[in-house]
């Protein structure tokens, strides 16, 4: 599985953005799909998962502000994020693996990584 993310950029507080993620493979509904994210100097992070099934998981910093989704047919993976605030910049990456649910927010899960897009947020 090849990843290719996209959608970053520079945005103002209180913005919105959409990062995609295309993948290519005939088994892209057969894995979860995360986005995990990493600012300067800082370790990277989950942020936001979705299942084959379609359910979702969300880091607590970002619940109720980003939205994860997945298009099968098209086998892209979205995150929209809305209210961007400062704190939310950093590359963000997105990543394929098929885990249990229990392991979704764990990096070392996923198999398969894209390159990052970058978001930043201006104050």
């Known amino acids: 599985v090849q990843l290719q993310a996209s959608g970053g950029g520079l945005v103002q507080a209180g913005g919105s953005l959409r990062l995609s993620c295309a993948a290519s493979g005939r088994t892209f509904s057969s894995y979860a799909m995360g986005w995990f994210r990493q600012a300067p100097g800082k370790e990277r992070e989950f942020v936001a998962a979705?299942?084959?099934?379609?359910?979702?998981y969300y880091a607590d910093s970002v619940k109720g502000r980003f939205t994860i989704a997945r298009d099968n047919a098209q086998n892209t993976v979205y995150l929209q994020m809305n209210d961007l605030k400062p704190e939310d910049t950093a590359d963000y990456y997105c990543?394929?693996?098929?885990?249990?649910?229990?392991?979704?927010?764990?990096?070392?899960?996923?198999?398969?990584w894209g390159q990052g897009t970058q978001v930043t947020v201006s104050s």
């Open positions: 979705i299942r084959s099934g379609g359910s979702t």
């Open positions: 990543a394929a693996g098929i885990m249990r649910p229990f392991y979704i927010r764990t990096m070392g899960n996923y198999d398969y």
